[in-house]
């Protein structure tokens, strides 16, 4: 445009004769291929480092599968973001170390449930139909007492085995059911824990919109300890509204409203990183169903997202949303110190 329009002088063949620059036409060097594009030159062979021949005809060790059994590497599998979790240790029990470690007897029912098998409820189902042996005895009472690491068990004949205590950390995503099933299908957070043998539970719950650490284990007394609300394990949100909150606000929830169920109050609230907008961090100890949620739309506020950053001392950093991880032993030793 700064010239009319028009191509200079030298971007146009017409000022040159309508011809290629020599250096664009073969015929500027008699129609040939330059020496290094030809393998003429060369005596029509390939390179060296170009020919399997110099290196006995076969494929570099890297390059072919029967190096390494005949199998493709993980990273070269489709399939392998979905079915491998990402760097993920083993969880650090001790060695022998079982649900039933310090425990004189149980019921039988908890006791198969410690297995893994299957629930307790079922448990007593299969007690019922004269499945369940206890030292070679068959069970006719669920409340039958076993000793742990010294009474065998066995349903139809296969022996129960205690599992080790298990404990992960998963950074829960949008839609996603916090239960073991769904009925309709709609993918839940044991569905995201995939390459776990052992039969795990969620302790407490988030909603199906609610994002951040939940808390997944077999360990049934220490999830029981953790959800009662006498224990006052801190929860910690990051609350997005779509309007901006005034400190008179807060403060009411700091100061405790009365809900339909009962009395509730923040233990600490403020904006994140102090400034003043539509982000909110708010501290509970409730377990009480939504009451995050009911909290502010209490006061007329409708929540954007929310986010839960933090559960007793475990807290989500370094784990990607979708993501999980063991607890190392540091964590889990103070997770059993919750009080």
Not at 69 to 94: A, C, L, M, V
Not at 180 to 189: H, I, K, N, W
């Amino acid at each position: 445009e700064g010239d009319g329009g028009e191509r200079r002088p030298w971007q146009n063949r017409e000022d040159r004769g309508g011809e290629r620059r020599p250096w664009q036409n073969r015929e500027g060097n008699g129609g040939e291929r330059r020496p290094w594009q030809n393998r003429e030159d060369r005596g029509g062979e390939r390179r060296p480092w170009q020919n399997r021949e110099d290196r006995g005809g076969e494929r570099r060790p890297w390059q072919n599968r029967e190096d390494r059994g005949g199998e493709r590497r993980q990273w070269e599998r489709k399939d392998f973001r979905q079915d491998t979790p990402r760097k993920i240790p083993r969880y650090p029990s001790e060695p022998g170390e079982t649900l039933l470690e310090n425990v004189d007897s149980v019921r039988i029912n908890r006791y198969i449930a410690s297995t893994g098998f299957c629930s307790r409820r079922k448990a007593d189902e299969y007690i019922k139909a004269g499945q369940v042996t206890l030292n070679g005895k068959l069970v006719e009472a669920p409340g039958e007492q076993v000793v742990p690491g010294k009474d065998q068990v066995r349903i139809a004949g296969q022996l129960m085995i205690e599992e080790q205590p298990v404990y992960i950390l998963l950074n829960k995503p949008k839609n996603t059911i916090t239960t073991l099933s769904d009925p309709e299908g709609r993918q839940t957070v044991i569905d995201l824990v995939r390459g776990v043998k052992e039969r795990v539970f969620p302790v407490g719950r988030l909603d199906r919109n609610t994002t951040g650490i939940l808390l997944l284990t077999n360990d049934g007394a220490l999830g029981k300890r953790l959800t009662h609300p006498s224990h006052k394990v801190r929860k910690i949100y990051h609350v997005e509204l779509y309007d901006v909150p005034r400190r008179e606000d807060l403060q009411k929830l700091a100061d405790g409203i009365e809900l339909e169920d009962g009395f509730i109050q923040a233990d600490r609230i403020d904006y994140v990183d102090d400034i003043v907008g539509p982000k909110v961090g708010i501290e509970v100890h409730s377990g009480r169903n939504r009451i995050v949620r009911r909290m502010f739309e209490h006061l007329g506020f409708e929540i954007k997202s929310l986010d839960r950053v933090a559960f007793g001392p475990l807290e989500t950093k370094g784990v990607p949303r979708g993501e999980w991880r063991y607890l190392d032993s540091k964590e889990i030793t103070q997770l059993r110190k919750q009080k």
